[in-house]
């Protein structure tokens, strides 16, 4: 068993574990599963740079502890007082020393769109999302079945949160409905075997749709990295480890935005 088939066991248990505490409907009587969410679409939607997500990870599987000096509302408060486009909070508690009340604490200052990181395989941690203040989630093409990204998609969208699906390769895309699914991330890095390749991006980009919205992500941490999604269709980077690995994350904040503007 890899590290992915591992984490998805846990995650079936922690999806049976919420089924058995709560009803759903605890979920929609929440304060925050009522408010009107931030859109995270748009806010990847930029004419004059690449747009940025900024995220909050702690640890995970691959590196350990990234971050020592780690405090997810300063960390939130850095991004938002930066101009970062969107913020990724990690919520896996197990592999990445996440929890669903950081999502829960930052949702109450929030500047930007929340997006709810973990590995979604079920309705109820789509609906604890909201409840707890995400404006999107990501689910996770390798994990699912065309039929389970259809319907956890639908599920979000009727709770008004916005999908990211990530895929990271070709081989993911015939399990894509893109009239349903209009924001697409490629992760460079393999979950199976935690190597990253910044090409897996340029290479999946030239076979999706048309009126994609497309995401980079992980190992994006240089201006030639930049360099090289600018002659892509890039429209965002998510970015975790970079930033989580600097003494001061506004300083990284200020290089990114130097090598992210587009030509005009």
Same mark, same amino acid.
């Given at each position: 068993m890899n590290i992915l088939e591992e984490i998805v066991e846990v995650k079936k248990h922690e999806a049976e574990k919420l089924k058995r505490e709560y009803p759903l409907s605890h979920f929609t009587g929440l304060p925050f599963f009522s408010l009107p969410s931030l859109s995270f679409k748009d806010s990847l939607s930029k004419n004059d740079s690449i747009a940025v997500i900024g995220e909050i990870k702690k640890a995970s599987p691959s590196k350990g502890i990234i971050r020592e000096d780690f405090n997810h509302a300063d960390i939130a408060r850095t991004y938002f007082g930066n101009g970062i486009d969107a913020v990724s909070i990690l919520t896996d508690e197990q592999f990445f020393r996440g929890s669903i009340?950081?999502?829960?604490?930052?949702?109450?200052?929030? !500047? &930007?769109p929340l997006l709810r990181k973990d590995f979604i395989?079920?309705?109820?941690?789509?609906? *604890?999302? $909201?409840?707890? @203040?995400?404006? &999107?989630? #990501?689910?996770?093409?390798?994990?699912? %079945?065309? &039929?389970?990204?259809?319907?956890?998609?639908?599920?979000?969208?009727? +709770?008004?949160?916005?999908?990211?699906?990530?895929?990271?390769?070709?081989?993911?895309?015939? !399990?894509?409905?893109?009239?349903? =699914?209009?924001?697409? @991330?490629?992760? =460079? $890095?393999?979950? %199976? +075997?935690?190597?990253?390749?910044?090409? /897996?991006?340029l290479q999946t980009a030239a076979h999706l749709p048309e009126g994609i919205t #497309?995401?980079?992500? %992980? @190992?994006?941490?240089?201006? =030639?990295?930049?360099?090289?999604?600018?002659? %892509?269709?890039v429209n965002?980077?998510?970015?975790?480890?970079?930033?989580?690995?600097?003494? =001061?994350? /506004?300083? @990284?904040? !200020? $290089?990114? !935005? *130097?090598?992210? $503007?587009?030509?005009?």
């Open positions: 009340n950081y999502l829960n604490e930052i949702a109450g200052f929030k !500047k &930007a395989i079920d309705e109820y941690q789509v609906y *604890e999302a $909201r409840a707890n @203040g995400a404006d &999107a989630v #990501l689910l996770i093409a390798e994990i699912l %079945s065309a &039929a389970q990204i259809a319907e956890l998609t639908k599920c979000a969208q009727e +709770t008004g949160l916005d999908v990211l699906l990530e895929i990271h390769s070709t081989a993911m895309i015939n !399990k894509i409905d893109f009239t349903l =699914n209009k924001i697409i @991330g490629v992760n =460079n $890095r393999d979950l %199976s +075997t935690f190597k990253v390749d910044i090409n /897996a991006t #497309l995401v980079s992500e %992980s @190992g994006i941490k240089t201006k =030639n990295d930049f360099d090289l999604l600018k002659k %892509s269709r965002a980077v998510l970015i975790g480890e970079y930033f989580m690995s600097e003494d =001061n994350i /506004a300083d @990284g904040i !200020k $290089r990114i !935005k *130097e090598w992210n $503007r587009l030509e005009s």
